[in-house]
């Protein structure tokens, strides 16, 4: 076996073996071209954003869509749209990227994290169901490295207790639970096109919803309260501006052709790394819901048990990094940030109905010891080394086994 990277030997998977990402063709070339041609680089005057909008909830079988600056707000406005605020309770999994949860406070309401399954690293429905009281409103399932929640237990919860569900997709763009799609089950889901995503703009987001008056005001609220197509400077309500610009839209635009054939190279590649990485002790790799028709596949998530592989999960991390696989350290446990321990970053910026110490409380309510678990085991690849076929996911398990096979080496370093 050769030596490890990090020592000086050569890499398993040189430059050129994982796809890049974002990818692009001559499609988006031109798109940016024409944007720049018309001179209409804004959604007022151009119809980029406005057709990407159509083509996207037609892709998702929703009736409409809203693209924004960033995922964030899109689930932002989504919680404001649904008359989420002030005194409010909103469930949260303890294990998601900090959005989740900032999402909430920024509308005023208060998240209170619960526990997410080992296996699939969504949200426990049986803990979301405990974590409810007289002030929760809502539950924000993500889908989490684009498997679906347990949408029948979070809908079935929703259907005893009259606490809305509102999707947080960020990842799991066309995924669908039983053969629907997830926007669908909810009465607004967001989605991200963060640069990572399965669908990248570098930046940029979007709410979909089959409500007619969510639609409506999700409109008002992404611009200054005017309607669309408004020339009298109308401000129906309180607004801000998150509107996506041309260029974004017009690049969203040929991915989304592009995007129901990657969806199937993913399944397979994810499928193959399963097969070549299966059997090694202490390495648990990801389980599937059997009511997840589609999987999105924006992560291929893995967890360790350092005593069983001999490597701790930072080192792995660093290890399979210099051998050019894109490996990352999964998310920090949301209660645990440093940001909600700090009681200076909340001097004055917080009205008195969120001082710190009744965040805190929330945050570190229930316990979530499978979320702390994954967030101090877990390592997620980025969804190119699922791309390429089978080339490239022989070409990354062999550096997991080459990692693997130095690890009494590795330890030493």
């Not at 040189?14 to 209409?40: D, F, N």
């Not at 009736?63 to 649904?82: D, H, K, M, P, Y």
Request: with cysteine.
């Amino acid at each position: 076996m050769n030596e490890l990277a990090l020592n000086g030997g050569r890499q398993a998977c040189p430059p050129g073996t994982i796809p890049a990402w974002p990818a692009y063709g001559q499609e988006e070339l031109t798109a940016v071209q024409r944007v720049v041609e018309s001179r209409k680089w804004w959604r007022g005057t151009g119809s980029e954003v406005e057709q990407f909008e159509r083509e996207f909830a037609e892709f998702h079988g929703c009736r409409f869509a809203l693209a924004v600056s960033n995922g964030t707000q899109a689930l932002e406005i989504a919680l404001s749209c649904l008359g989420i605020g002030f005194g409010d309770e909103v469930i949260v999994p303890a294990f998601t990227f900090v959005a989740t949860a900032t999402a909430v406070l920024t509308v005023g309401a208060i998240p209170v994290t619960v526990d997410v399954d080992l296996d699939t690293y969504c949200i426990n429905v049986a803990a979301a169901r405990r974590a409810i009281t007289p002030r929760t409103k809502a539950i924000i399932p993500v889908h989490l490295a684009g498997h679906p929640a347990d949408m029948d237990g979070l809908l079935a919860i929703a259907r005893d207790t009259g606490v809305l569900i509102v999707s947080d997709s960020a990842h799991a763009h066309g995924a669908q639970w039983k053969g629907i799609s997830l926007p669908k089950l909810t009465p607004a889901s967001m989605y991200s096109f963060q640069n990572l995503k399965l669908l990248a703009a570098g930046e940029g987001g979007a709410l979909l919803t089959d409500d007619e008056e969510i639609a409506r005001r999700a409109w008002l609220k992404h611009t200054y309260g005017r309607p669309n197509r408004d020339t009298k400077y109308q401000h129906l309500e309180l607004g801000t501006n998150c509107r996506m610009t041309e260029f974004q839209g017009a690049v969203l635009r040929p991915q989304l052709v592009r995007f129901p054939q990657l969806l199937l190279e993913r399944e397979e590649g994810s499928q193959r790394l399963d097969q070549y990485l299966s059997g090694i002790d202490g390495l648990h790799l990801p389980t599937r819901h059997p009511s997840v028709s589609t999987h999105a596949h924006y992560m291929y998530m893995l967890r360790v048990e350092p005593e069983k592989i001999g490597l701790d999960r930072d080192f792995l991390v660093q290890a399979l990094v210099a051998e050019g696989v894109p490996a990352y350290r999964t998310y920090p446990c949301i209660p645990d940030l440093e940001m909600f321990e700090r009681s200076s970053l909340w001097n004055g910026e917080l009205p008195p109905a969120l001082e710190a110490q009744k965040i805190r409380q929330a945050l570190q309510r229930h316990t979530v010891p499978n979320s702390r678990e994954i967030s101090r085991n877990a390592i997620w690849l980025h969804h190119a080394v699922l791309l390429g076929g089978e080339q490239v996911q022989s070409k990354v398990a062999e550096a997991f086994h080459k990692v693997l096979a130095h690890r009494e080496v590795a330890a030493a370093v």
